[in-house]
């Protein structure tokens, strides 16, 4: 009895642990592109009435229509070897070519010897399969749009055509139709006019669309995920703009762009993808080698047509076209009639049901009801009517409600809103970081002001101020947490145009610190182009002469270089605050202007107090020495200006230490003290007591140091002195 109920237990653990198969989807684009969406809804529709044996699917998505390079897919390769370390698929599906190309190139690191099926591929060649050893593990369904019967039937459809637009983009899939397309138009050029665009601004395509002969034109939408200005649009974004600037009839490649404004064509469909993909692996769980799959080479497109474009543009298609997929036609009467009576049998039933439960509840509900609404309606449109975006939440992080300029910073209506959390919105370091501020709040009952920035869907960069509090319910239970948002991104964007700007008013002096800095190394240049022709002249010239030459040479222009380099390095803007050493900092600067200084008889001491400590601050490293530059500028201006003896130098002395809470910068001139009566006012914008000054860089300076780098800059005078005085957050370097 004992062997019969181990060998049973046995038995049941080999059947379980052999019961179900697992399958990667991997999606060369993203979640709400239109034609992946279609391809993953076939391909569980499938899965999900195969009754042998349950089929776990995971889909991930590789987001290519908007990050397409080599470094981000090989960091995409790590993750996957790292997510996917301990599971073992069955089976891959991918779609596109760039899950394709991807898989080729990374099937033996990620999922060795595992079989692998495709669908979507454009221009799909075989000789890939043999030249990378994947014959043996690869099949599936080949994406090609049908050009040829395309242009066939347009010209067909529109005996009297002139002129015909393609519209298309730079994408991978767009430069692949680009090839196909030029045999085609090179057949078709003398039939009519044809004109192919891939590089104009969105609003000039449409101005170019509007501009059509209505009479005598046609479009054939390509793609438009990316305009020339870099861009990006979703399918139906991009194609909504084209179609309300269209007064002509607009042809297609894609099912996913029908019933959004095109009349049809021959139309390439992700159904029918997801589809036959479905049916190669359910052959390959029912123990079909891969290998004896054969290659759908032809693409399974279908004539598909709108009817109301059909209607609106008076196109018949039944002398061409038999049998094809028509959307939006009118149901015939029997089919209406039969709904209708449907229809009405159930909202009959329905209404029976509800009057009879709510009959005796009508009357008592009736005016809390109507309360509860005003309220309602009341609190809605004071929450709209406020500008700040605000949101409010429950203790889970589910949103539970907002008011209409939350809604438009997400781009998302207030249904898709509600019942999800920021994660779905923001990115995930952003909304990681808020759910650790709500997690202290409901523990603390405290209220918090934050700032974060983030890209909005439509690509715009955000600077956002939160204030937070945590609400509570009648009965005095935590109900959630309330937000109510500053959107400061025009404030961020006006001083970070005022920092530039304040920069660039430095550039005569820097031109004069260029010049100072390429005086020597063109003497020295000329010195030695001098000296090697006299060589020359006189038939003295040696090998080991010309070498040292050219050595000597590309030590001066290296020289010379370095000096642009470093020009162009201080007028680029800092975005991202980072851990930098004070003392590199006045280093480059004093490469920038010391000699310029030097030249104007003015000696330029740098006075360290802590020798042997690297001084660090964390902040704007370009816009620091901006700040460095424009003071030491200002000091040896004033100095010239005051004509001093030439015998005697000039001082400029910049002190540098640390104290317990700051590291102080001290720059120190003797160019004469400041009048009392102004010297409140130098950090004042557009204040200045030059003629052609533009009373930026002191106002900037204190922007820079204050508001973005929280220290503090003063100035005094001391005696014939005038000292400003930096003081910054001192920072130990992390390890």
């Known amino acids: 009895m004992k062997f019969f109920l181990l060998f049973s237990i046995l038995i049941c653990n080999l059947l379980f642990a052999n019961s179900g198969k697992e399958v990667l989807l991997l999606h060369s684009y993203h979640k709400g592109y239109a034609w992946s969406d279609d391809i993953s809804k076939a391909i569980e529709k499938s899965f999900s009435n195969y009754k042998k044996e349950e089929i776990e699917l995971t889909t991930v998505y590789m987001d290519t229509k908007r990050i397409d390079n080599a470094a981000y897919l090989n960091s995409l390769a790590k993750l996957y070897k790292q997510q996917f370390e301990g599971r073992n698929f069955d089976l891959i599906l991918v779609s596109d070519n760039t899950a394709f190309d991807f898989m080729i190139k990374y099937h033996d690191y990620l999922f060795k010897n595992t079989p692998v099926l495709f669908c979507g591929i454009n221009n799909f060649d075989k000789a890939l399969l043999d030249e990378n050893s994947m014959k043996n593990y690869m099949s599936g369904v080949a994406e ?4 040829e019967k395309n242009f066939e039937l347009i010209s067909k459809l529109h005996p009297k055509l002139k002129n015909l637009l393609i519209i298309n983009d730079t994408s991978i899939t767009g430069y692949a139709v680009k090839r196909d397309l030029r045999p085609i138009i090179e057949k078709y050029k003398n039939r009519f006019n044809i004109e192919y665009t891939d590089d104009l601004e969105i609003n000039n395509l449409k101005q170019k669309v509007s501009n059509l002969d209505k009479e005598n034109s046609v479009i054939l939408f390509v793609l438009l995920f990316k305009d020339t200005t870099g861009k990006y649009f979703t ?3 991009s194609f909504a703009q084209v179609k309300e600037a269209s007064q ?3 042809y297609g490649l894609w099912d996913f762009y029908l019933n959004n404004g095109i009349v049809g064509g021959l139309l390439t469909s992700a159904n029918s993808q997801g589809e036959a993909i479905s049916k190669m692996a359910i052959d390959i769980f029912n123990g079909k080698k891969i290998s004896n799959i054969p290659i759908i080479e032809k693409s399974p497109n279908v004539y598909m047509f709108d009817y109301k474009e059909l209607v609106k543009f008076n196109i018949d298609i039944s002398p061409y076209i038999s049998n094809p997929v028509i959307i939006n036609e009118p149901v015939t009467v029997y089919k209406e009639h039969s709904k209708l009576f449907i229809f009405a049998a159930l909202i009959i039933f329905t209404l029976s049901t509800i009057v009879i439960i709510l009959r005796a509840n009508i009357q008592r509900r009736e005016k ?3 309360e509860l609404s005003n309220r309602i309606e009341f609190d809605k449109v004071l929450l709209d009517t406020i500008p700040n975006p605000i949101y409010y939440k429950n203790i889970d992080g589910k949103f539970l409600g907002c008011n209409i300029s939350f809604a438009s910073l997400v781009s998302s209506s ?6 999800k959390t920021a994660f779905d919105f923001f990115p995930f370091k952003v909304a990681h970081a808020n759910t650790q501020i709500d997690q202290e709040l409901l523990t603390t009952f405290a209220t918090s002001t934050s700032e974060f920035t983030f890209h909005t869907p439509s690509n715009e960069m955000k600077h956002i101020i939160l204030n937070k509090a945590v609400y509570k319910n009648i009965d005095g239970t935590v109900g959630g947490i309330v937000c109510i948002m500053d959107d400061i991104t025009e404030r961020v964007q006006q001083k970070q145009f005022l920092i530039q700007q304040s920069k660039l008013a430095e550039m005569g002096d820097m031109i004069a610190a260029i010049a100072h800095q390429w005086n020597e190394p063109l003497i020295e240049l000329s010195a030695l ?5 006299t060589s020359y002249l006189l038939n003295e010239l040696k090998d080991m002469e010309v070498n040292d030459f050219v050595n000597d040479s590309m030590i001066q222009i290296k020289y010379m270089s370095k000096t642009l380099s470093d020009f162009r390095n201080f007028l680029k803007p ?3 605050k980072k851990l930098f050493s004070i003392s590199k900092a006045l280093g480059e600067i004093n490469e920038i202007i010391g000699k310029q200084v030097f030249y104007s008889n003015i000696e330029m001491n740098f006075n360290y107090k802590n020798k042997n400590e690297e001084l660090l601050v964390y902040g704007y490293e370009n816009e620091f020495k901006q700040v460095l530059l424009n003071l030491i500028n200002n000091a040896k201006n004033k100095i010239v200006e005051k004509n001093i003896d030439i015998t005697k130098k000039a001082q400029i002395n910049i002190n540098i230490e640390r104290s317990t809470n700051y590291n102080i910068i001290e720059i120190i001139d003797d160019g004469g003290a400041i009048d009392e009566k102004i010297i409140n006012s130098i950090f004042d914008p557009y204040f200045t007591t030059k003629e052609s000054g533009t009373g930026f860089g002191l106002y900037m300076a204190k922007v820079i140091i204050e508001d973005k780098m929280r220290g503090i800059i003063t100035v005094r005078n ?11 957050p001192h920072k130990k370097v992390q390890k």
């Open 144 to 147: 090609d749009v049908d050009l």
């Open 235 to 237: 399918y139906k974004q």
């Open 248 to 250: 002509v009839p607009i």
């Open 368 to 370: 809390l009801e109507q």
């Open 414 to 419: 207030r249904d898709e809103i509600i019942g």
């Open 529 to 533: 182009v001098q000296d090697i022709q």
């Open 574 to 576: 800092s975005t991202k």
């Open 718 to 728: 001391d005696n014939n002195n005038v000292i400003f005085t930096i003081k910054l």
